[in-house]
Nanobody, 125 residues
Framework: QVPLVESGGGLVQTGGSLRLSCAAS????????MAWFRQAPGKDREFVAA????????NYADTVKGRFTISRDNLENTVYLQMNSLSFEDTAVYFC??????????????????WGQGTQVTVSS
């Protein structure tokens, strides 16, 4: 198991920014591909962004491309999601996920085997 703990969620106005963090336990953080997914009320969980183990490749959902940035610090065992120009449609619970390094920057939730509990992001108009 790789315990994952998200933080940084909260309430923000439209157009604002938030930075989510996901801290992982263990000494092999760099051996995991990391990703963020989100789930809005009444909707399925959807892919947001992913980053390969060495941080060399990233992948974004079209809905967040140009506004969100995923990054990781393998010395701090932490992955980040910088979210700018937030809109109401970004309101959701955001989940951090870890998967085998071989999946690269995959957007498929089925390939990620460790999940955090989620952090709520609410964007108000």
């Amino acid at each position: 198991q790789v315990p994952l703990v998200e933080s940084g969620g909260g309430l923000v106005q439209t157009g604002g920014s938030l930075r989510l963090s996901c801290a992982a336990s263990g000494r092999t953080f760099s051996a995991y591909a990391m990703a963020w997914f989100r789930q809005a009320p009444g909707k399925d969980r959807e892919f947001v962004a992913a980053i390969a183990g060495n941080g060399g490749r990233t992948n974004y959902a079209d809905t967040v491309k140009g506004r969100f940035t995923i990054s990781r610090d393998n010395l701090e065992n932490t992955v980040y999601l910088q979210m700018n120009s937030l809109s109401f449609e970004d309101t959701a619970v955001y989940f951090c996920a870890a998967g085998p390094i071989g999946i690269g920057d995959s957007s498929s939730s089925k390939l990620y085997i460790h999940w955090g509990q989620g952090t709520q992001v609410t964007v108000s108009s």
